[in-house]
């Protein structure tokens, strides 16, 4: 019965007694499906027994929200035909980015609220690389050693340290 569980109902909605104290089911005995329209989860969301392969924590209102996924390919996947799958960060500005991080933590890539792309490695591109605008420089090295830039009439190729060399070598 309803006193057994000890809970109340108060405008049409089931209480418990006490707060953050009972389960809803239990390890060896569990509901079949959980109908709603929101699941307010407070600090996490575990999905995967008492395992846990997939959480999602935030351990304080204040502290990060972690996802953890532990086994298999944690796949996102976005099975409309059309539309874009998007990740929104929270300015325009390079105050915030997305990051591909190594389990070292070392960023491996990232773009920024601006636009900014960095990448920590080697890029390997299998077609051409395009800049679409005029009075843009690709620039190579730490302080731009290197820049070619077309203005829309004129092209210039820019060496500020060393010898600029081209070698026609067969």
């Known amino acids: 019965t309803i006193n057994q569980l000890k809970l109340t109902r108060s405008a049409g909605n089931i209480i418990p007694a006490v707060t953050s104290s009972y389960d809803l089911g239990s390890t060896s005995l569990k509901w079949n499906n959980i109908y709603g329209k929101y699941i307010d989860a407070c600090y ?8 846990n392969y997939f959480t999602i924590i935030r351990t304080s209102d204040s502290s990060d929200t972690v996802m953890t996924h532990s086994m298999g390919d944690l796949i996102i996947d976005n099975t409309v035909t059309t539309g874009t799958t ?10 915030t980015s997305y990051q591909v991080q190594n389990n070292s933590e070392s960023s491996l890539f990232s773009v920024d609220g601006s636009g900014q792309v960095d990448i920590g490695g080697n890029l390997d591109v299998s077609g051409g690389i395009n800049i679409d ?14 820049s070619i830039t077309h203005t829309g009439a004129n092209t210039s190729i820019t060496s500020i340290t060393g010898d600029l ?5 067969s």
Do not use: H, M, P, V
Not at 133 to 146: H, K, P, V
Not at 165 to 169: A, M, R, S, W
């Open 44 to 51: 996490g969301f575990y999905i995967g027994g008492t395992t």
């Open 86 to 95: 998007i990740t929104r960060l929270g300015t325009d500005t390079s105050a």
């Open 133 to 146: 605008a005029d009075n843009q420089a690709f620039t190579i090295g730490t302080g731009s050693d290197l």
């Open 165 to 169: 060399l081209i070698d026609n070598t």
